[in-house]
């Protein structure tokens, strides 16, 4: 079977990699051809164009944005071109809700097969085939798509047979991250402030009601101020959180503490802290609690 | 060893329950006698007053609020006019930080033992001796304490030598769990409104990033809309948001997602939903997206 | 000299009276040409695309939203295609500041003229020439749009070189009115609960603090919930509040009150309102309080 | 007719002043009597307790908050001990409802007149008896404070029978003022970092759609964002938006933008600004956004 992966950022490359270690022929491409260099020398073939590895039984795009994988697809030398009318474009990026029904649309009327299946999980995740495949599309192409999920990830969820609503799902367990983040971050802020080791109050949170790893990853940021080197920045944060909010806006369904998120993850941004971990966010509680006077250090 | 419990609630009888299987010698207090009369019966001796029972080596306050504490300590048969010197008392009620300032000052005058123990943990949690000890107080008065903490509970948790600083955990811990429920609130409305199976987002929310307990009770709440009867009422919730934020207040520490919960809850408890359990705060979330229109229903 | 108007909604027939009252020789069209008929009726030329009315010395456009002002600017037959070098475009219209960030460049790109100049005040004070007139643009230029606003409004503000300046502090403007109605909102949620008459509230507030019109105006229909039919809709309401948010989330300013506006607007749409005055905000705060449990009926 | 003054800050010297000036006998009490020698030397008998200044026709309490007028009415020597059944007690401080309806109740049950006046208006505006009355309290006995009004203000409202209801106009007329502050304080952020000129933006504001001398005064402070010396503090302006909130839960009515506020102002007082103009809460706003570090500066 024949597989291309349009998108080799650290995400991209761990989800090339698995494929080609799991036996698919692979071709690959992106835009920077420097990133594909170590998957050529293990056996991938390179192209030069999103439309060339789209000849395939199926295509992968694991890319940054929008605009990236709206390039990739509607561009000149864009999948929609080439992708045979039984393949399948399986989409593993984080995008709108609104890209991914206009990318339901466009392959719809090639009768080209679409799944959306964005992921949760960092990069170390991705290497280990450890993500969480979020996938929704028409039951026969998800079911087609299994083998990769398995190959990919630890589990797979299907949440429903349109596309978008696995976006929905993405970006909506995205929005749950940063609430825990903007409440963890005023709850160290406040026991902080009363001088209550912060060290200690983690090991009750995580040690009582929250043992989920989300409160013991970003709870140990919080509480030793560690928001430098990004596992994820708040620039990518703010995005995600403006995509739930557009889709919510699109649904009408208002979000009071998704609009209080986003506002905080700007505040950061707008001082100089965007390339921070998204936990960051936890400064701004700090700050307003005049703890301390800029989120713009990075430590 | 002679020990007091005052106020036999669902959760004072299970711990003076627990004591007395532990083969503590036992008097209890509690304001309607009725309630006392089960342990009685197991052994415990009926005390009139609060004052009677506090004449042993420790006593335990575990009582619904600061009025009920306040009374029990400060009032005319209080404990503060019995307590022998070398004897501790253990407050384990959710109370405020203020009010835990000046027991910690009245014990002091009267050279009387005083350590701050809530707890994190349902009726049941107490009755099977799983409660969560969040403590606080002077080294030896709370290592005196350890053995009392051992039968009540699975697992205790120091967090300082001023006894109000366990109350302050205690209040941003539920502060947090306030804080998941407003976010699964938002989310549920969201991917709700757009068709996805409510149990299916519960799904993959508890089986990728959250597998921690509240998600799941507090998601399977929100899920089927099951907020009758309550397990907290979000009477007692708003009680709650309005101490931590009290503390807030007096530490001079903003928190607006807090402050936002707090005007969810009141918005519930003016239309009606008082009784309910805490988690009918996502029924806000539904209204504000026209998906029903009050929170005044139970169902 | 000779003026076009795109645009012939409430607003644009106006402003267009009002030239064709000063002698300025018009040319006019409209997208349904009925609502033209009467000004030709008066003398002005009847245009059949936006590029015929743009041939004179001046065009302005007074139209409902971005999608209108591309389509009649950037459209096939299009303002831009027919614009003289030394000519003017006008834009009058509640527009995007990105939007006018276009058309500025592709203004430039031309050679042509270009103005923003957005206005304050409803289609009575339009049709009384006593619109507010908002403007930027090259000093040359705007000296040279002068006239016109004298003819159709009552005093002008000169507010930058750069002509999406103007649009920002329209937009702003608009931003403060929404802040208004939901602090009168709020205000007399909390008032009216007390059983403090309506009526006599309003009048403290006009008869001391806030003599603008704006307060009577805004006040008064909240005071009677009389909002319907709508003098301007919650769903432009809606649009101009997001118009702000998208200028300050490029600027990076994050507005939290703003948010909060658009949050409530939001939900009176999404429960049916959007059709109701923007002043219907102050449903929610009553809905909130218990007083009513709908925003769904009108009056 | 005998008059009693109690509290002589700025506010209350101003009024005795008056009172002084209209031919009433004036006795006057201050905590410390320094402040009231200048009035004794125009003739007014200086009191050594509340009770002895509360021996006449009618007394007016005019301090700084709950505690002072707690002290002043239920203290030892307190007006509550020497009121006659036929005078009447005017308080024209800027207290909580709960107080007031306190007080209502201490009143009545002596069959002593009780009357709330709070003001709206600044020390200039006391003394030139400019201020506005806003009253509530039993028909005959308002109408028996009427002369006082009119020696001491420009205008007075009658909001109700019950006192209390004067407290919570006031109240929410302070909110009001709140809610200006927040939005031209987001505004300015917007437009100011857009290059806009700020005394321009409000030479917009206040020319357009918002005449009132609220705009006109706290405009200028931000546009020039002179907040010191402060016309009234933060701090005391957190204290009368706690007091509205207060009254709010009481009331079962959330307001989302009154705990917005209160949460801006507690941040402001927390990074070390409370002496500052509570107008300076704009100063959060241009931080958020980047524009500045730190509220700590003052000018």
Redesign the interface.
């Known amino acids: 079977m024949q597989v291309g992966v349009i998108g080799l950022g650290a995400m991209g490359s761990a989800v090339a990699n698995n494929l080609l270690k799991a036996g698919f022929a692979l071709s690959v491409y992106n835009r920077s051809p420097a990133k594909a260099e170590a998957l050529a020398a293990k056996g991938a073939a390179l192209e030069k164009t999103p439309a060339e590895a789209a000849r395939g039984d199926v295509v992968i795009t694991m890319l940054a944005d929008d605009a990236a994988v709206e390039n990739a697809i509607f561009g000149p030398d864009g999948v929609l071109s080439t992708l045979r009318p039984s393949a399948i474009h399986i989409s593993m990026s984080t995008i709108s809700v609104a890209l991914a029904e206009r990318l339901t649309e466009a392959h719809r009327a090639k009768t080209q097969g679409f799944v959306s299946a964005p992921v ?1 999980g960092r990069p170390e995740a991705a290497a280990a085939a450890k993500l ?1 495949v ?1 996938a929704a599309g028409a039951p026969d192409a998800v079911e087609r798509c299994r083998p990769f999920f398995e190959v990919l990830g630890q ?1 797979s ?1 299907i ?2 047979h349109e596309p978008p ?1 696995a976006n ?2 993405k970006l ?2 995205n ?3 940063t ?2 983040i ?3 971050g ?2 160290f ?3 902080g ?5 912060r060290a ?2 983690l ?3 995580t ?9 013991k990853i970003y709870g140990g940021l919080i509480a030793e101020e560690r928001y430098h080197p990004a596992g994820f920045t708040a620039e990518l944060g703010y995005k995600d959180i ?1 995509l ?1 909010l557009a ?3 699109a ?10 998120i ?3 993850l ?2 950061l ?4 802290g965007g390339h921070l971990d998204w936990s960051a966010m936890a400064k701004l ?1 700090a ?4 703890l301390e ?2 989120p ?1 250090s990075s430590h």
């Open positions: 949760f969480y979020i589990r969820f949440v429903g609503k929905l799902v909506s367990g929005f749950l991250i609430s825990v903007e409440a963890l005023e709850a802020a406040l026991v402030k009363a001088g209550i080791d200690q109050f090991d009750v949170v040690g009582t009601l929250f043992g989920a790893p989300i409160y403006r739930a889709a919510a806006e649904l009408k369904v208002p979000m009071p503490l998704a609009s209080l986003a506002t905080r700007l505040a941004i707008a001082q100089g509680a700050q307003d609690a005049g006077t800029t713009r």
